[in-house]
């Protein structure tokens, strides 16, 4: 049954409660089956008024696309306190990343899932969202090799593959984690830390791994 219909409520109210009933029909149905009817009930609304404030199906899509990428990478953000050591950094976005994603199971969904199986214009959403990780993963690493290597000049451009291969394991181990009976956020964030900071701690030591001279 769905939420107690309230002619009263304020209109941003009201709209994210479809957004929060759109997410969670979203991420456990999928896009497709998903229906306008399902959404609306479980907001509380009618279907007439869901099209009202959000057009169709496919910009209410949209809309959750958004919500929950701004969501995410706010969390991620925040959860970063600067002037700490650069492992210290690294090991909070992560815990912040894993938190987010494990609190929020549907949004992850939506992003990692539908959104990105559903062609244009849905996935280029969670792209420009991924791109906003990358850029910030790479600005954390980057800054931690230019203090261990006592150059300010060290481009990011040296650093950039090290941000997307981190963030692509992200999400994969979020998606792994939230499928996983009892992962917890600091388990995931912790085996993404043994198996990127030694690496990482190599690099910026300037012992970076190179291939056999006969490759």
């Known amino acids: 049954m769905g939420a107690v219909k309230n002619k009263r409520m304020p209109r941003a109210v009201r709209e994210q ?4 009933a759109a997410v969670r ?3 456990q149905r999928g896009y497709r089956a998903a229906s306008m009817d399902e959404i609306a009930d479980l907001a509380g609304v009618s279907k007439p008024l869901v099209y009202l404030y959000l057009n169709s199906k496919e910009d209410l899509f949209t809309a959750c696309i958004r919500r929950e990428a701004e969501a995410l990478t706010d969390a991620v953000r925040a959860g970063v306190r600067p002037g700490i050591p650069a492992d210290r950094q690294l090991w909070e976005g992560l815990r912040a990343f894993f938190t987010h994603t494990a609190d929020n199971p549907d949004g992850w969904a939506v992003l990692h899932l539908q959104a990105r199986t ?4 849905f996935a280029a959403e969670v792209l420009a969202m991924r791109e906003e990780l990358v850029v910030f993963v790479t600005q954390l690493i980057a800054v931690a090799a230019r203090e261990a290597h006592r150059d300010p000049s060290l481009p990011e451009r040296e650093v950039a593959g090290l941000a997307e291969a981190l963030v692509g394991a992200a999400e994969s181990l979020a998606a792994w984690a939230n499928a996983a009976p009892g992962i917890s956020a600091k388990q995931a964030a912790a085996t993404l830390m043994n198996f990127a900071w030694s690496g ?5 030591e300037g012992r970076p ?6 490759d």
Do not use: A, I, K, R
């Open 17 to 20: 409660q479809m957004l929060d």
């Open 25 to 27: 029909t979203f991420g």
């Open 118 to 121: 559903h062609g244009e214009p």
């Open 200 to 204: 990482l701690g190599n690099m910026m």
């Open 209 to 214: 791994w190179s291939p056999p001279p006969q």
